[in-house]
């Protein structure tokens, strides 16, 4: 399990070839990208806080993977980790984020009054409006990797942050160790708690030691943004309503999103972003935005049209069922979100959403009526 | 994860306090023992290989345990890790193996000549025998810690030293990772099969890393002698065989396990041992002898009598259901074995398994027969 600079040296008594890990029954973008030469390059290096190559690439190792499924199979212990293997992430992220190159600069745009429209989404249609994103905390290595300390440290500037909020987004903190029962029912009732990660892809990466130390749930009094703390990145902030009033989830999540980070900035611990990257989380996947904007959204007949997929394609979403990632559709209530997470920047992809959403149920109405949506089939964007 | 050389400096900049577990609501041999005084003394440490302190508590931080079974909460990452972190394991293995003392000498006999009986116990009763023990082998990480490279050395003596054996031991080596259907079917009739770990305590130790690379089972034609490579320890050396003969059952293991250890000293790798510990293996539970010498047998009355524990606590054994530890009885047949490890040579526990199981069938048939068992009752062994 440490692989730090005293263990890694004392690997290095091994050749690459004994210590490459044998993938030859993966399927994850680590596998394709780790060559045998690549993991001679990489092995004797670690970032300043001693995370090493076979920190990142342990959970893509002990996951091979789903042929239809493609998963991500490496993870940062800290911000340092994506400059000093570069050469493994670089490729990686290009691949998983459609060509994005190592050189191209990514946008931020939290400004909320840029985006059009949002606020008209059927409600007969459109069940409930959900961004999310994380944020990671400079100066502390990332839940991979993190020591109790540094987990704990997090924890305490993140409740002194978000206690400081007021008027809409005055709220409380419940740690995850202290919770009582009456507490527990009522996150559980309304669909804010988490638990103990069971997914072998976290578990292997590291991220739920010392559980439940240092985890919690802050959610303002209305219940429209919640924040995770220490779960698999230091936060995941999210904004959410019933109904689909996007553009009103999406201002909520701008503004608190923008008070929280002034808040850190003040205590010399800002959000970890870089021109290139993005906003930097623990797994490549969401880099750039880390933003997930969807919907709950009513489409029975749209869903089983012969074209359904690549209408999502074109208009760059994705479905989910309504638990989530990996989960299946019931009633033909679908989870409609954002594909992209790097190049676009926030407003671009929840625009995306808005616009897309707008037409699917469009399309679902002229369905009902029995008449044809081809002339309706957008352009890929 | 990684909490090598790098990571445990950085860890040293947060205070003792700061770092330090929250074990207020564990139940385990670790959690008893690890104040915030000795966690600050022994943080700063490392065995040669890079194992620190946190990656031996790593186990018992993340499983607090149950307030019925006692736990140990602590593993070895190699054998230096019972010298450098002994104020931590000298207690703990105190407390678990009977007060054994850090000035203790333990005694290894593994002269099968020295069993006195066990040829004969009543094969209406016993329906199998078995005695297993573990080895680690001098010169490489144990299973938390161990590099694939070093697994795979491990893996590669092995199969060399067990292809070697001759005559009632001449067997076969079935690697995991390229295993066929069908002897994957015939592996699992045979009840040989091992599979990733599943249970919490294995997996939070990192002891699962890479499976199933350099993981495999080696049995000898007569299916009556089984090694396990690279499960919980570098080797699980098993010998069973239906029936009550545990005097052949205990000549076999002793027979092979001796010429296994001479076929690993000629090539340079000795099994892990010393005159304190005995036997070194991963979890401080098997010290010693590392070994448990068992029957299933029938005691469908004698498991309802009230004074039932007690006298298995006399004898020295302990119960188990026949899928083994943590599993329940089916049908009144109980695993029985013997409880320590540490202090008592093999042919002392063996003995005692055999003596004890000779009574337990005693007390059985009388009580079928509606007699009493009290003048049976055994002295505290």
């Not at chain 1, 893509?60 to 570069?86: L, Q, R, W």
């Not at chain 2, 140990?72 to 450098?84: K, L």
Request: proline share 4%; with cysteine.
């Amino acid at each position: 399990m440490p692989f730090g600079n005293t263990h890694n040296n004392f690997k290095l008594n091994y050749k690459t070839d004994e210590e490459y890990p044998d993938l030859t029954k993966h399927n994850n973008h680590m596998a394709k990208v780790l060559s045998k030469e690549m993991y001679g390059k990489l092995r004797d290096k670690q970032t300043p806080t001693g995370f090493t190559l076979d920190d990142v690439i342990q959970t893509g190792v002990d996951n091979p993977g789903h042929p239809f499924i493609m998963t991500v199979g490496c993870v940062a212990g800290d911000e340092e980790s994506y400059e000093v293997f570069k050469d493994l992430f670089d490729p990686i992220i290009s691949d998983r984020h459609n060509g994005y190159k190592a050189t191209d600069k990514h946008k931020t745009d939290l400004n909320f009054e840029n985006l059009k429209g949002g606020d008209d989404l059927d409600p007969n249609y459109v069940l409930s409006s959900r961004v999310r994103t994380g944020r990671s905390i400079k100066g502390y290595a990332l839940p991979p990797h993190n020591s109790r300390g540094e987990r704990r440290a997090v924890e305490k500037l993140s409740v002194e942050a978000l206690n400081s909020l007021d008027g809409e987004f005055k709220g409380k903190y419940y740690p995850l160790k202290s919770m009582t029962d009456a507490d527990q029912e009522q996150l559980i009732a309304d669909h804010f708690l988490f638990d103990k990660p069971i997914s072998p892809l976290l578990l292997a990466a590291g991220m739920a030691r010392d559980w439940p130390d240092a985890r919690g749930i802050w959610h303002n009094e209305n219940k429209t943004f919640l924040v995770w703390v220490n779960e698999e990145d230091h936060l995941r902030v999210i904004a959410m309503q019933k109904g689909g009033n996007m553009k009103e989830v999406f201002k909520r999540f701008c503004v608190g999103l923008q008070r929280i980070e002034e808040i850190f900035k003040k205590h010399n611990h800002g959000f970890m972003w870089n021109e290139h990257l993005g906003f930097v989380l623990t797994c490549p996947s969401n880099l750039g935005t880390g933003l997930r904007g969807g919907v709950h959204v009513k489409l029975p007949k749209l869903s089983t049209h012969a074209k359904f997929e690549e209408i999502l394609t074109r208009l760059r979403l994705q479905k989910r069922g309504t638990g989530g990632v990996d989960t299946a559709s019931v009633g033909g209530v679908f989870d409609i979100s954002n594909a992209d997470r790097i190049g676009s920047s926030e407003v671009d992809q929840v625009q995306c959403v808005v616009d897309g959403v707008k037409l699917m149920v469009e399309m679902e109405k002229k369905l009902e009526k029995d008449e044809s949506i081809d002339s309706m089939i957008p352009a890929q964007k | 994860m990684p909490f090598g050389n790098s990571h445990n400096q950085l860890k040293m900049k947060f205070s003792s306090e700061q770092e330090y577990p929250d074990l207020s609501k564990h139940n385990n041999h670790m959690a008893k023992v690890l104040t915030p005084a000795l966690y600050e003394k022994l943080r700063s440490k490392q065995t040669p290989s890079g194992f620190t302190l946190d990656d031996v508590i790593q186990t018992g931080v993340d499983n607090p345990g149950h307030p019925f079974i006692m736990t140990v909460g602590c593993v070895a990452g190699d054998e230096e890790t019972y010298e450098v972190f002994k104020e931590l394991l000298d207690p703990v293995i105190q407390d678990r193996h009977g007060g054994y003392k850090p000035t203790d000498k333990h005694k290894t006999d593994l002269n099968p000549s020295n069993l006195k009986g066990g040829d004969d116990l009543d094969a209406n009763y016993v329906l199998s025998s078995r005695v297993r023990t573990g080895r680690s082998i001098c010169g490489f990480c144990l299973p938390p810690h161990c590099s694939r490279g070093e697994r795979r050395a491990v893996e590669k003596l092995s199969v060399e030293a067990l292809g070697a054996l001759t005559g009632d031991l001449k067997g076969k080596y079935y690697a995991l990772k390229n295993m066929t259907e069908a002897e994957q079917q015939q592996l699992i009739d045979d009840h040989f099969l091992f599979d990733k770990p599943v249970s919490p305590l294995l997996l939070a130790s990192g002891m699962a890393r890479d499976w199933p690379d350099a993981r495999g089972i080696w049995h000898n034609d007569n299916k009556t002698f089984l090694v396990w490579v690279n499960e919980e320890d570098h080797l699980r050396v098993i010998s069973m065989q239906k029936g009550g003969n545990m005097k052949e059952v205990f000549n076999r293991f002793c027979t092979g396990l001796t010429k296994i250890e001479e076929l690993f000293k000629n090539k340079g790798h000795a099994f892990m041992w010393n005159e304190h510990l005995g036997y070194i293996l991963t979890c401080p539970s098997n010290l010693g002898t590392g070994l448990r010498a068992g029957v299933h047998v029938k005691l469908p009355n004698l498991s309802k009598y009230r004074q039932f524990e007690e006298i298995l606590k006399r004898l020295r054994l302990q119960k188990r259901g026949t899928g083994g530890v943590d599993t329940a009885a089916v049908g009144g047949v109980f695993d029985i074995s013997n409880a320590d490890r540490l202090g008592f040579s093999e042919v002392e526990l063996v003995q005692m398994v055999v003596d004890g199981v000779k009574l337990l069938i005693v007390m059985e048939k009388r009580l079928e027969k509606g007699q009493a068992i009290e003048d049976l009752m055994p002295a505290q062994k």
